[in-house]
């Protein structure tokens, strides 16, 4: 059977980076997202606004990350995903020094780019005029620069590209970096999402769609994926790229496996440009074409990683779907109740936290969940965190636009 | 003079985030890592800084901080 049509086909992923609002590096966010306390909090950045609270990530020192110089010339966004390339490429065992980097693809997630150099530049045209704008404007803006960027921080030659399916970029990434594997076209790609848009202008626009949460007087309880008074998602950033070889190739140099990505499906709802498609059908599509092509049914998904922004629609037509393609059977959970909504960045981050969840075979808990919707029938896991013998978890992603993706990992 | 290479060492440092240490009198801004774009934008802005018109060839990566204080004096600059 040529490569390409595999079922099952297994890519190892043998390196996890994590910038995200639970913390900087694995331990940090196992720690934290297993606790269960949400990291919504107040942000200065958006006093005054209707919505000021979000999920920043804490302690971010890019200076001390990167050196200034360099810093100074990489948005935040960037910033984030060179760091967590870093953390996953050191956690993999990789040394880009010895590798062949024509053989090394980047495929990296991301949405609203660079939106603080673009709103710097607009105030220094608007007030100095065109001769007042960097010349760094544009590479800095760009959202296609975080996959260039991290080829040039880790000497990846290979393909490299970005995607932009919104909320779910980051797992679209995860799903096209294991096809760059399985035709052959790669050895090692760098996979993963970010984004890093908390400004005004982003957030007001978001909650002026009804998206967001309007629990400023109490932040921390704010994001409640499937919780029956849930309102809108919190806005969050942060980054995860997950290094990812052929499992036989990962086994054969005996790296460390945190879990293989061995399925994957897209679909897109062809309905509204931001609200999902009512029954489900498209995410549905998606499910169902992951698991066909992880060669597993639905009956043998022990857990979920789900969507879950915690918006009123999109849980109820996510946690539908999930009952009728998977029964009740899987444990089911939103990390983002824990970390917000990381926008592009959340399919590459649950794609990391599931596979965690896999290897400590512990589902983490969904934050503030106490009276689950009463339309929804799933076995949610809240309070605390739920051991169980996890072989096969699922991680599903919807995005505006339409955007649905879903993927199967198993157990190492 | 030196008040100008002072000041323009200080906004390398300051805003460039430039390392202290690289700062060498002999240093380029190849040296330093300057490519195309970022000389460009240190061009715009020690002409904001010292209020004197440059054009964006004004500065070469062959320059030390020295040679770009003299093109700046030459220009009316003072620090």
Redesign the interface.
């Known amino acids: 059977m040529p490569p390409a049509t595999r079922p099952g086909f297994g890519a190892a992923i043998t390196g996890l980076g994590l910038v995200t609002p639970a913390g900087i590096g694995v331990a940090a966010n196992r720690e934290r997202v297993w606790s269960g306390v949400s990291c919504a909090a107040p942000d200065p950045g958006l006093a005054g606004g209707p919505v000021d609270f979000s999920c920043r990530v804490p302690g971010f020192d890019p200076g001390a990350l990167l050196g200034g110089f360099t810093a100074r010339q990489l948005e935040r966004f960037v910033q984030f995903a060179i760091v967590a390339a870093r953390q996953a490429l050191a956690g993999a065992g990789r040394d880009p020094r010895t590798w062949d980097g024509a053989r090394v693809g980047v495929v990296i997630g991301n949405s609203l780019g660079g939106i603080s150099a673009l709103l710097a530049a607009q105030a220094a045209l608007l007030d100095g005029g065109p001769r007042q704008v960097s010349p760094l404007t544009v590479p800095m803006y760009m959202v296609n620069m975080v996959a260039g960027q991290v080829a040039i921080d880790v000497g990846a030659k290979g393909p490299s590209w970005v995607t932009a399916t919104a909320c779910a970029s980051g797992a679209t990434a995860v799903g096209a970096a294991r096809e760059l594997l399985r035709s052959g076209d790669c050895d090692v790609v760098l996979a993963g999402g970010t984004e890093a848009a908390l400004t005004p202008l982003a957030v007001a626009g978001l909650g002026r769609m009804g998206a967001l949460s309007g629990r400023s007087a109490d932040p921390a309880r704010a994001s409640r994926p499937f919780d029956a008074d849930r309102d809108g998602f919190v806005p969050a950033e942060g980054a995860a790229v997950l290094v990812l070889e052929r499992e036989e190739d990962a086994r054969a140099r005996t790296a460390p496996i945190h879990a293989v990505v061995r399925g994957y499906g897209a679909s897109t709802d062809a309905h509204h440009p931001t609200a999902p498609e009512p029954g489900g059908e498209g995410i549905e599509r998606a499910l169902r074409a992951a698991l066909r092509d992880a060669g597993v049914g639905g009956g043998d998904v022990d857990h979920v990683n789900a969507h879950g922004p915690s918006t009123p629609i999109g849980d109820l037509v996510e946690g539908r779907t999930l009952r009728r393609v998977l029964g009740d059977r899987p444990l089911v959970t939103s990390t983002k109740g824990v970390t917000g909504h990381p926008l592009a960045a959340a399919g590459a981050i649950e794609a990391a936290y599931t596979a965690l969840a896999l290897a400590d075979r512990s589902v983490p808990p969904t934050a503030n969940l106490t009276r689950l919707a009463p339309e929804l029938d799933l076995d949610v896991v809240h309070g605390a965190p739920r051991a169980a013998a996890l072989d096969v978890a699922v991680s599903t992603s919807m995005g505006f636009g339409g955007h649905n993706a879903a993927l199967v990992l198993t157990r190492a | 003079m030196q008040a100008i290479e002072a000041r323009i060492a200080e906004i390398l440092v300051e805003d460039?985030?430039?390392?202290a240490g690289a700062l060498r009198p002999d240093a380029t801004f190849a040296d330093?890592?300057f490519d195309s774009?970022?000389l460009?934008?240190l061009i715009?802005v020690l002409g904001?800084q010292f209020r004197v018109p440059l054009d964006d060839g004004a500065l070469h990566d062959t320059m030390t901080v020295t040679d770009a204080a003299g093109v700046l004096a030459a220009r009316g600059a003072v620090a």
């Open positions: 460039f985030k430039v390392d330093l890592n774009l970022v460009v934008e715009l904001n």
